[in-house]
Every structure is written in C-alpha cells, then in structure tokens.
Nanobody, 124 residues
Framework: QVQLVESGGGLVQAGGSLRLSCAAS????????MGWFRQAPGKEREFVAA????????SYADSVKGRFTISRDNAKNTVYLQMNSLKPEDTAVYYC?????????????????WGQGTQVTVSS
C-alpha cells in the first residue's frame, strides 16, 4: 500500500512558477514509476509527466514540454513537478500517481495509487 500526499499548489500569475511535491509512504518507493496528471473543471484527467522508478527517463505531454520538469528523490520518497512559464490553461487540480514497475505511462488506468490532488490556479 502506498499513500501519496501532494503539496505546493496555489495561485500564481501567468508566467510565474510553482513547484509541486508528492510525498509517498512506505519503503518501496523506488519500485514505483511516478506520474503527474491534472484535471480542469469539466474536462477529463490528462497526463502531464512521468518518471521511471529509478529516475533518469522522463516523459511529458506536449502541452507542458519545455516548461515543466519532473524529478524524484528516492531517499526522501518524494516526486516533484517544477512548473515554469505557467499559463491560464494550466489551471487544474494536479494529482500524483504511483505505478508498480519501472516505467511510467500516460494512461491514468495504468497507475495503482493516487493522491488527493492539489489546486493550481494561474491568473491572466
């Protein structure tokens, strides 16, 4: 069982930056690939970024590529999402998710555990 708790969301002006954190419980964090997803009001949950279980390999949605960076610190059981050059269309609830195994995927159904989400609001 893995419990995930996101933090770092808030209100920011367009062009600003935020850093989201997701703290995981348990001793097997390094056995899980991690992903970030987001869901805006009235829209489906969408993939943002993913990182391999042991770090290194990452993947991003086209909409955030070049602006967002996913990283992880397995010693701290934490995954991060650095968000730069934020746009109003980035406004959403952001969720982190854990998938047992090496590789992350862009499919929400592939993930085993989810956090409760953190709100990110970007004003124009």
């Amino acid at each position: 069982q893995v419990q995930l708790v996101e933090s770092g969301g808030g209100l920011v002006q367009a062009g600003g930056s935020l850093r989201l954190s997701c703290a995981a419980s348990g001793r097997t964090f390094s056995s899980y690939a991690m992903g970030w997803f987001r869901q805006a009001p009235g829209k489906e949950r969408e993939f943002v970024a993913a990182i391999r279980c042991c770090g290194g390999s990452t993947s991003y949605a086209d909409s955030v590529k070049g602006r967002f960076t996913i990283s992880r610190d397995n010693a701290k059981n934490t995954v991060y999402l650095q968000m730069n050059s934020l746009k109003p269309e980035d406004t959403a609830v952001y969720y982190c998710a854990a998938r047992f195994g090496r590789w992350g995927t862009p499919k929400a159904n592939d993930y085993d555990y989810w956090g409760q989400g953190t709100q990110v609001t970007v004003s124009s």
